[in-house]
């Protein structure tokens, strides 16, 4: 039976959704989210039976309709034509783990009862996470402001019985999928559409996704630069704990702390050097790698104040016997979050590449391209081609979203922070820093066969793993292949969460 998560006011973080994730745990409300959620609802309801008073998005029309008011008897249908008409996504679909992750956050932020919702609306998307009915969602159609309009308005679709879901590989209707559950579609009351679409849940899930495997592969680039600095016959001189000291960046200093814990016992690193320094991809890993540490931090703290947080408009507010209209869904804080973790992770990724470029030189007593017959062999000589293609992209995909904005709703909403684009080109950004960090990997395990002295036991261990999967080259063969193999054992390689946060 699976461990359930009960969502309350604790605090959501990175660990506690790692966990959650990982362990496949259940959902369910505590019992102080149910009285926050029934009480919001039946404050509200209330608060529109005994007044005629125009409230935004409750008993008025949207953005610049505002001004509109719509009949009591028609409040229902005004929040089901919000939902339809605003599921306008277009692109590819977004990744199944992140639509999840949208489902927990909207769970989350919904509990806190200044939504005005009702229960069984918060039930059932517990009850699609929980069964795994995941809403389809599309990359495109989000200014990150007014909410992530278009995206929560597919991820809502199903409550209505509409759009599709995924339902393990296979897309069907989410109609069919109701049947099969004997879900029955809801019907909205005042201000629940506006409370499911308005919100940053589509950013917030990709930050929280991207920053998750940020963490990770800003471990893997300390443990595969380690093996390129051995491989590379690199001084140590610049990891010693005195120069870090005076300069104390956090990141910097946990990164040179890393690196002399991994080479700890390494044959190669305690060996006398002929060369006096060692090029800056080698010799400034803590400055840099220790950099996007840091921002990290920065991005992590802003995205834990914002899943903890309201971000739909309006508030009802019980005990002020208030509903205020603000504008808590403008993804500002977090466009600027993504475009700066797309850049500090941009980073690792053209480091790295430079790390692979030394490698292949034919420097150090190492073999031109590392390969024995260079000439009849190309050997690693296109590997390197190709992660420089992959870094010139990224410094593509690293121009800021966050400067840019466009006026849409009749110049009602005329400025948004187009925080979903920063959000889904970071995670391009990401991807393409896998592949950039298997192909040092590639190199690195390489050259340190060249070597007559042993690296430290922990690079000789995990080198001994990878070679389970990706033998070293003797001559030239398909290295698409290797690629491909290498970024799989990265993928599959589990960080404990004590060696990420």
């Given at each position: 039976m699976s461990e359930i998560h009960y969502i309350s006011s604790s605090l959501l973080d990175l660990s506690v959704i790692k966990d959650i994730v990982d362990t496949q745990k259940q959902l369910a409300l505590s019992e102080e989210a149910i009285g926050n959620i029934n009480k919001s609802f039946e404050f509200l309801?209330?608060?529109i039976k005994n007044n005629d008073t125009p409230i935004y998005g409750i008993n008025t029309g949207f953005g610049s309709l505002c001004n509109v008011k719509v009949s009591a008897e028609n409040l229902s249908k005004l929040q089901e034509n919000l939902v339809m008409s605003h599921a306008c996504g277009t692109g590819e679909f977004a990744p199944k783990a992140i639509v999840k992750l949208m489902l927990l956050l909207k769970i989350q932020s919904l509990s806190y009862g200044y939504s005005g919702v009702q229960l069984v609306t918060v039930n059932r998307l517990i009850a699609m996470y929980n069964a795994d009915v995941i809403p389809v969602v599309y990359t495109q159609g989000s200014l990150g402001a007014s909410g992530d309009l278009a995206p929560l308005a597919h991820m809502s679709l199903p409550l209505l019985g509409m759009g599709d879901v995924w339902i393990g590989e296979q897309v069907v209707k989410a109609s069919k999928v109701m049947l099969e559950h004997n879900w029955s579609p809801i019907t909205l009351k005042a201000k629940e559409g506006l409370a499911l679409l308005n919100g940053t849940q589509f950013m917030s899930a990709y930050g929280v996704y991207m920053l998750l495997e940020s963490y990770k592969y800003s471990y893997l680039a300390d443990v595969i630069s380690a093996v390129s600095i051995d491989a590379f016959d690199c001084n140590m001189s610049p990891f010693n704990a005195?120069?870090?000291h005076v300069r104390p960046h956090k990141g910097q200093v946990k990164t040179a702390e890393r690196i002399n814990e991994i080479l700890k016992g390494s044959e190669l690193g305690n060996s006398e050097k002929t060369n006096v320094q060692d090029p800056y991809s080698f010799r400034c890993i803590p400055q840099v790698h220790g950099a996007t540490k840091d921002t990290l931090g920065f991005v992590k703290k802003t995205f834990k104040t914002e899943i903890n947080s309201v971000t739909d408009n309006p508030n009802i507010f019980i005990e002020e016997d208030l509903i205020i209209s603000g504008g808590n869904f403008h993804g500002q804080p977090l466009a600027l979050a993504l475009d700066y973790l797309g850049i500090a992770m941009c980073e690792l990724g053209s480091i790295s590449e430079r790390r692979t470029y030394q490698l292949v030189?034919?420097?150090?007593d190492l073999p031109a391209f590392l390969v024995s017959n260079p000439g009849l062999n190309s050997g690693?000589?296109?590997?390197?081609?190709?992660?420089?293609?992959?870094?010139?992209?990224n410094k593509q995909l690293a121009t800021p979203a966050s400067v840019?904005?466009?006026v849409s709703s009749n110049g009602q909403?005329?400025?948004v922070s187009m925080g979903a684009n920063g959000a889904t080109k970071c995670l391009r950004i990401i991807d393409n820093i896998e592949t950039i960090l298997a192909i040092e990997l590639m190199n690195a395990s390489q050259a340190l066969a060249f070597r007559d002295k042993k690296s430290s036991p922990f690079v000789m261990s995990f080198i001994s793993s990878y070679r389970e999967v990706v033998p070293f080259l003797e001559e030239d063969r398909l290295l698409a292949d290797d690629i491909h193999a290498t970024l799989a054992f990265l993928k599959s390689f589990s960080v404990d969460s004590d060696l990420l946060f």
């Open positions: 309801s209330k608060k005195l120069v870090h030189s034919g420097l150090r690693f000589m296109i590997p390197q081609y190709t992660a420089a293609s992959i870094v010139s992209q840019d904005s466009i909403e005329d400025h």
